[in-house]
């Protein structure tokens, strides 16, 4: 059964860091993308970043250049590095994994509050 829990959401100012993460359960995580989305109030939930294997990575025009992804095999974790935060990067962040001819699976969520 996978299994994917998420740490390290929170409440920062504007401007300030965070660095959420994500392990994995009951995959092979080497063999899987892992991707991080968000979904704020009122909005679809929508991709923010993706590593596959290989460590390849693509990332939402709006957080490019403040935001990080990288992962850690032996750990079986992915990581989202979140620098020069702003409100409207509120949201709460999911982790997502999915590999060629399987399912993809959800985290439960944790909630990013930016906010004075």
């Known amino acids: 059964q996978v299994q994917l829990v998420e740490s390290g959401g929170g409440l920062v100012q504007p401007g300030g860091p965070l660095r959420p993460s994500c392990t994995a359960s009951g995959i092979t995580f080497s063999t899987y993308t892992m991707a991080w989305y968000r979904q704020a109030p009122g909005k679809q939930r929508e991709l923010v970043a993706s590593?596959?294997?290989?460590?390849?990575?693509n990332y939402a025009d709006s957080v490019k250049g403040r935001f990080i992804i990288s992962r850690d095999n032996a750990k079986n974790t992915v990581y989202l590095q979140m620098n020069s935060l702003k409100p409207e990067d509120t949201a709460v962040y999911y982790c997502?994994?999915?590999?060629?001819?399987?399912?993809?699976?959800w985290g439960q969520g944790t909630q990013v509050t930016v906010s004075s």
């Open positions: 997502y994994c999915y590999a060629q001819g399987r399912s993809g699976s």
């Open positions: 590593i596959t294997g290989g460590r390849n990575t």
